[in-house]
């Protein structure tokens, strides 16, 4: 394949493991402008990324996303945030409120529907970033535990009410002769569905999930019988998909506050 950018796409997988150097600061200003000129709704651009290389800070979030060590070592972490903080900060320096009341149209804060706009525009600007990243030979890794922890995470970051931590990217050059393993994904008639929604069934299931399928150890510490008890088990059934729900119910409390 001929094209850079599919190279870039096809080729991507999950680094753990950087090269212990620090990230050029001009690849990280290239990254960080393709992020911002990821698809925005509205060209609101409503989302914020902070940008994290404190030792200290990389630390405590290896500690807080679901203890993974290898967090601390990246050079560049990134946390992008639903953002309608600063929206709505720009909205009073308007004076919204009185062009409301002279117009009848009502004033609304924040909502579910601005969550999932803001949402979508802070995941588009990651994905923009992991692209970018990888023509430079600067790996990532996705971390959503970031929801998790909201307390903590509000207090250092000094997160106002009207953001989410909704993504995080770990960011570092491959290591020197990095043996890149692409992960395999399922075939896309499983996926890609042709003007309607249509169900599997359960030959389907069994020929989706045929190479997880093999790979179970059985006994495993998941008491799991099969892949589908094994996934579920290993992400549905463990504390920090607790923790995660409770986080994202507290963070709600405060988007939604009149």
Not at 175 to 196: C, G, L, M
Not at 206 to 232: D, V
Not at 237 to 258: D, P, Y
């Amino acid at each position: 394949m001929h094209n850079s950018t599919l190279n870039s796409i096809f080729n991507r997988t999950s680094l753990r493991k950087y090269k212990n150097v620090e990230i050029e600061e001009n690849h990280l200003n290239l990254i960080l402008e393709s992020a911002m000129r990821a698809p925005t709704a509205g060209n609101m651009m409503m989302y914020s990324i902070i940008v994290v290389k404190d030792a200290r800070t990389k630390e405590l979030l290896s500690k807080t996303c679901d203890n993974q060590p290898f967090i601390a070592a990246a050079p560049v972490i990134l946390i992008f945030l639903a953002d309608m903080h600063r929206l709505y900060n720009y909205f009073e320096s308007c004076n919204i409120k009185d062009y409301c009341n002279k117009t009848n149209v009502k004033f609304k804060t924040p909502n579910l529907s601005s969550l999932f706009l803001a949402a979508g525009d802070a995941f588009i600007a990651a994905q923009n970033t992991v692209i970018a990243a990888e023509s430079l030979n600067i790996g990532s890794c996705y971390i959503g535990d970031i929801i998790e922890n909201y307390e903590i995470h509000k207090k250092h970051f000094n997160l106002p009410d009207w953001t989410f931590p909704i993504s995080m990217l770990c960011l570092g050059y491959y290591p020197d002769d990095y043996p890149k393993k692409v992960t395999p994904r399922f075939d896309k008639k499983y996926i890609i569905h042709s003007e309607h929604y249509q169900d599997l069934n359960k030959d389907d299931f069994k020929n989706m999930y045929e190479l997880y399928e093999n790979k179970i150890s059985k006994p495993n510490k998941y008491n799991a019988e099969n892949f589908g008890q094994f996934l579920y088990g290993r992400k549905f059934g463990q504390e920090f998909s607790s923790e995660m729900e409770r986080s994202i119910n507290v963070i709600l409390k405060h988007w939604l506050k009149k």
